[in-house]
């Protein structure tokens, strides 16, 4: 096994100060504003962004302080394995999420419809490219029976640590 490491190339801006009550999903902050700060020396990595509405980031899920590999995500409430759910307390913490982007200025991405806790570590961006995604009949698993439901859910309690309260 080989010892793999990112270096954070930016910080996370949003109105959500902690875990709980921040959105679990970006369609759950539709229409929420925030702001991706991309350290000066990337700077130049953000050339032709512009052109794209929305962008991928992938992120550390910093306040995550332990590691469970089952856990009863937010939308259900039966236990999954971790890895058929998107929750914070991963092997490797990693985050995800498609954000609008509204506009660039500098080193600063302006972006809608977040689900992220303000401060987070920024470990890359890549443009959404519809065509690249997959055809045909999607499967979703667990998460079927809650369609619909990503919007008005919140994160509690149930991933923060004590030391993250």
Same mark, same amino acid.
């Given at each position: 096994m080989? %010892?793999? *490491?990112y270096k954070q190339i930016g910080v996370i801006h949003s109105p959500y100060k902690a875990q709980k009550g921040t959105p679990i999903q970006p369609r759950g902050g539709e =229409?929420?504003?925030?702001?991706?700060?991309?350290?000066?020396?990337y700077k130049e990595g953000l050339a032709g962004l512009e052109g794209f509405s929305h962008v991928i980031l992938l992120y550390h899920f910093h306040l &995550?302080?332990?590691? *469970?590999?089952?856990?009863? /995500?937010?939308?259900?409430?039966?236990?999954? $394995?971790?890895? &058929?759910?998107?929750? /914070?307390?991963? /092997? =490797?913490?990693? $985050?995800? *999420?498609?954000?609008?982007?509204?506009k660039i200025e500098d080193n600063r991405l302006f972006i809608q419809d977040m689900d992220i806790v303000d401060g987070t570590p920024l470990l890359d961006i890549k443009p959404f490219i519809? %065509?690249?995604? /997959?055809? $045909?009949t999607i499967k979703q698993g667990w998460y079927?029976?809650?369609? $619909? *439901?990503?919007?008005?859910?919140?994160a509690d309690q149930?991933?923060?640590s004590k030391t993250n309260e």
């Open positions: 080989i %010892e793999v *490491s =229409n929420v504003k925030g702001t991706v700060e991309v350290f000066p020396q &995550a302080k332990q590691v *469970s590999l089952k856990v009863t /995500p937010f939308l259900d409430q039966d236990e999954q $394995g971790i890895f &058929a759910t998107r929750a /914070p307390v991963r /092997p =490797n913490p990693i $985050g995800i *999420s498609i954000v609008r982007l509204l519809v %065509e690249f995604g /997959p055809k $045909g079927t029976k809650h369609i $619909g *439901s990503v919007t008005r859910a919140r149930r991933f923060i």
